[in-house]
């Protein structure tokens, strides 16, 4: 089940079921968008990423959707695996043409056994 | 060699003294940054480098001043520092040829202001 903790939304799963991480984005001019993976000690590491002229993106057991009606975006991983807990953020290109990404919250992903 | 590099990995200071943190990436990468990153928080971009020039800042506070001494490298300087400065500092680069490229980040330092 999902939760929201004081700081950071965590999202639950049984190892083997698939997960859907969510996402609001803030600016609706944002035109690329990425998904990382932080795991602890670590700086978040590049998982996918979508045009904002697409609507869904598959990699490898991870899908990005993006709805720019509601400036939403969800990260869906198949067969969930314990290596995939981690913090997960979404980034907006929040300024087109320059280098300036803005992150979103995060979500807590645990994988239970 | 597809890594950024940080050092040091932890730090330690007192609010009186002057310490750097360093950054190296040696993809290429021509657009490089600082990022700041609270407990349970996302990261906060500080500072970004293009080309070797400052062409960001994002309002940080004078006590933190970043360089680029070329093209691989990138310090960040740290000066009367407080407590609540204490975070995980992200170091991060990309290619120079548009902005729809992800960053590939180093593992951080971890900066205690006591």
């Known amino acids: 089940g999902e939760s929201v903790g004081l700081h950071l939304p965590t999202l639950s799963v049984q190892e083997g079921d698939n997960s859907i991480i969510n996402c609001a984005y803030s600016?609706?001019?944002?035109?690329?968008f990425i998904w990382y993976k932080q795991e602890s000690g670590k700086g978040p590491q590049f998982i996918i990423d979508?045009?904002?002229?697409?609507d869904k993106r598959q990699g490898q057991r991870v899908t990005v959707l993006l709805n720019k009606t509601v400036k939403h975006l969800s990260l869906q991983i198949a067969a969930t695996q314990p290596g995939d807990s981690a913090v997960y953020f979404c980034?907006?290109?929040?300024?087109?043409?320059?280098?300036?990404?803005?992150f979103g919250t995060g979500t807590r992903l645990k994988v239970l056994a | 060699d597809t890594e950024v590099t940080q050092t040091p990995k932890h730090l330690v200071m007192g609010m009186t003294n002057k310490k750097s943190l360093k950054c190296e990436q040696h993809?290429?990468?021509?657009?490089m940054y600082w990022y700041k990153q609270k407990a349970k928080k996302p990261p906060e971009l500080m500072f970004v480098?293009?080309?070797?020039?400052?062409?960001i800042n994002e309002s940080v506070p004078s006590r933190f001043s970043p360089e680029c001494p070329n093209s691989s490298l990138l310090n960040l300087h740290l000066h009367a520092l407080q407590p609540e400065d204490s975070a995980l500092y992200l170091c991060a680069s990309s290619p120079q040829s548009g902005a729809d490229y992800g960053y590939t980040f180093g593992s951080g330092t971890r900066l205690t202001v006591v």
């Open positions: 600016n609706s001019a944002s035109d690329y």
């Open positions: 480098y293009s080309y070797e020039k400052l062409s």
């Open positions: 993809m290429g990468h021509r657009a």
């Open positions: 979508i045009r904002s002229n697409m």
């Open positions: 980034a907006e290109n929040y300024s087109s043409g320059t280098y300036k990404y803005i």
